[in-house]
């Protein structure tokens, strides 16, 4: 069996030292959200929404893709993105 972590929604100051934790543990790698670029105004309510405006929760975090380097860079064996 291999284990994966997620790093979605994670802050980015977060970000290499959970990669480094999951190499030493023995981690096969690490995922990232789907979600790389949002549209700038919405057009209608997100589904699964829980905020008053309808807005999905991660919106306003900055962009996803720069996460897509720091993890290779705190492990020796899961590969970059």
Same mark, same amino acid.
């Given at each position: 069996?291999?284990? +994966?972590?997620?790093?979605?929604?994670?802050?980015?100051?977060?970000?290499?030292?959970?990669?480094?934790?999951?190499?030493?543990?023995?981690?096969?790698?690490?995922?990232?959200?789907? +979600?790389?670029?949002?549209?700038?105004?919405? /057009?209608?309510?997100?589904?699964?929404?829980?905020?008053?405006?309808?807005?999905?929760?991660?919106?306003?975090?900055? @962009? /996803?893709?720069?996460?897509?380097? @720091?993890?290779?860079?705190?492990?020796?064996?899961?590969? @970059?993105?």
């Amino acid at each position: 069996m291999r284990f +994966h972590q997620s790093l979605s929604f994670l802050p980015m100051d977060q970000v290499v030292p959970l990669t480094t934790a999951c190499d030493e543990l023995g981690y096969a790698g690490m995922y990232l959200s789907d +979600h790389l670029f949002n549209p700038r105004e919405l /057009g209608s309510r997100y589904t699964y929404s829980e905020r008053p405006d309808g807005a999905p929760g991660w919106v306003g975090g900055g @962009p /996803g893709w720069v996460g897509g380097g @720091p993890p290779p860079a705190g492990s020796s064996t899961i590969p @970059p993105l």
